[in-house]
């Protein structure tokens, strides 16, 4: 059954959406091999948003990706700023605000079942978890990737949709702060510059590119770099670029001239040079 975009448990004091509820939550299979994914989504919270729910039906995650505001799960409080994520289950009473002058946009998705315990359990994110997520650029690519999918549907979308969902929970206990934790803010700006790569590497040329989408110069995009990497950031959009032409020239019917072009080198013999420099071998296999 394909999603909708409705369901009665979500809040209505919202002031613009991107949600999905699907319908056949409860036919789907809660053993150990399938996390049940139920609803989800991004809300951007209105000045008075509140919810004061004693209980809930299902196992959640929020991620906060803008604004302020604040949580109270099971009678402990929690200031909340872009960053931070927290999980609770049926069992954890809980209140969530968005403050009134910065309003929260905020992701949720709800699961449920045997795997979605588990999965929980092994990577220490119990219920009243609250935390501060290192790489919030990362993860919310992959909270877009789970909405996309499961309101595109298909064949393969909702499975799509459960394996970013669970990239994102083991990215955000890999990544995992105390909640209390301030961000230094040069280390936010590098984290903006990496993601901005990660994202968009197909169609970047150069760094002089990137770091202009992210407002700061070439020389201070190569220092963040140096100071929080192991690799400069123009390895890393070459290792992107060149790690990606080596999935898409596994394809049989694959052109080394279309593949180069399509990620942004100039001629074949440039992006040749440049693949088997990175590889140690041709991009035609010898």
């Given at each position: 059954m394909?999603a ?5 448990y ?6 613009r959406t991107?949600r ?15 996390l ?9 919270c209105a000045?008075d948003?509140?919810v004061?729910?004693?209980s809930?039906?299902f ?17 402990q409080?929690?200031e909340l ?9 049926s069992?954890?009473?809980q ?11 905020k992701?949720?998705f709800?699961f449920?079942?045997?795997r979605a315990l588990?999965l ?9 978890s609250?935390?501060r ?11 877009e ?9 298909g ?10 969902l669970?990239?994102a929970?083991?990215l955000?206990?890999?990544s995992?702060q105390?909640?209390t934790t301030?961000i ?6 590098y ?8 994202r968009?590497?197909p ?5 002089e590119?990137?770091a202009?989408?992210?407002h ?7 220092r ?17 670029k060149l790690?990606?032409a ?7 019917d694959?052109?080394?001239?279309a ?9 074949a ?6 693949f088997k ?10």
């Amino acid at each position: 059954m394909p999603a909708t975009d409705q369901a009665d448990y979500f809040s209505k004091q919202v002031v613009r959406t991107r949600r999905f509820f699907l319908p056949d939550w409860e036919k789907r299979p809660h053993d150990e091999m399938h996390l049940c994914l139920v609803g989800g989504g991004c809300e951007w919270c209105a000045p008075d948003f509140v919810v004061d729910r004693r209980s809930f039906p299902f196992m959640a995650f929020e991620f906060v990706s803008k604004g302020r505001g604040s949580v109270t799960l099971a009678d402990q409080a929690h200031e909340l700023e872009a960053g931070h994520a927290f999980i609770f289950d049926s069992t954890t009473p809980q209140v969530i605000r968005s403050a009134a002058d910065d309003p929260m946009v905020k992701y949720f998705f709800n699961f449920t079942g045997q795997r979605a315990l588990r999965l929980m359990s092994d990577l220490d994110l119990p219920p009243g978890s609250v935390l501060r997520v290192a790489d919030a650029s990362r993860v919310v690519s992959l909270l877009e990737e789970v909405i996309d999918h499961a309101l595109r549907g298909g064949r393969f979308g909702l499975r799509a949709a459960s394996a970013a969902l669970e990239h994102a929970l083991v990215l955000c206990a890999d990544s995992r702060q105390s909640a209390t934790t301030k961000i230094d803010p040069a280390y936010a700006t590098y984290l903006r510059c990496r993601g901005h790569l990660l994202r968009n590497y197909p169609v970047l040329s150069s760094i002089e590119q990137a770091a202009k989408a992210c407002h700061v110069s070439a020389a201070y995009f190569t220092r963040l770099f140096q100071r929080y990497d192991t690799e400069t950031p123009l390895a890393c959009l070459t290792r992107l670029k060149l790690s990606q032409a080596a999935i898409k020239l596994r394809q049989p019917d694959a052109l080394v001239k279309a593949v180069a072009a399509e990620l942004g080198y100039k001629s074949a013999a440039h992006f040749s040079r440049a693949f088997k420099s990175w590889s140690g071998r041709s991009p035609r296999g010898g």
